[in-house]
C-alpha cells in the first residue's frame, strides 16, 4: 500500500524560503513519477513540479528558477525546495506518485496524472 505523508508548510513572508518533505512508503515501480501540486479553495488543483525516474523534471511557469524538485532513492522521499516565495505560492501542497498516462506523454503537472495522493501540507506567505 502506497502511503505519502507532506511536511514542510509553514506561513512565511515573501522572500523567504520552505523546503517541503514527503515520506513515501510502499511505492515500488521500475518507472518513478513523483511530483507536487497545489490547491487553493475554489480552484482545481494545479502541477507545480514534477520528477520522472530521477531524471526529467518539469515545472509550472510561475516557479521555474525558484523551485527545485528532488528525490532521495535511498529513502524514497520527495522534497521541493521553494525559494524567493510569492504570495501567490499560497495553498495546500500535495504530494503524488504514480505514471498516468493521458496526453501520450507524462509530464506530471495535472491532477489526473497521478495515482495516490498525500494529505497536503499547507503553505502560506503573507505580502
Known amino acids: 500500500q502506497v502511503q505519502l505523508v507532506e511536511s514542510g508548510g509553514a506561513s512565511v513572508q515573501a522572500g523567504g524560503s520552505l523546503r517541503l518533505s514527503c515520506a513515501a512508503s510502499?511505492?515500488?515501480?521500475?518507472?518513478?513519477?513523483m511530483g507536487w501540486l497545489r490547491q487553493v479553495p475554489g480552484k482545481e488543483r494545479e502541477g507545480v513540479a514534477s520528477?520522472?525516474?530521477?531524471?526529467?523534471?518539469n515545472y509550472v511557469d510561475s516557479v521555474k528558477g525558484r523551485f527545485t524538485i528532488s528525490r532521495d532513492d535511498t529513502n524514497n522521499n520527495l522534497y521541493l525546495q521553494m525559494n524567493n516565495l510569492k504570495p501567490e505560492d499560497t495553498g495546500m501542497y500535495y504530494c503524488?506518485?504514480?505514471?498516468?498516462?493521458?496526453?501520450?506523454?507524462?509530464?506530471?503537472?495535472?491532477?489526473?496524472?497521478?495515482?495516490?495522493w498525500g494529505q497536503g501540507t499547507q503553505v502560506t506567505v503573507s505580502p
Open positions: 520528477l520522472e525516474d530521477d531524471a526529467i523534471t
Open positions: 503524488a506518485a504514480g505514471c498516468r498516462i493521458v496526453s501520450g506523454t507524462w509530464f506530471g503537472l495535472t491532477r489526473f496524472e497521478y495515482e495516490y
Open positions: 510502499g511505492y515500488t515501480s521500475r518507472r518513478i513519477c
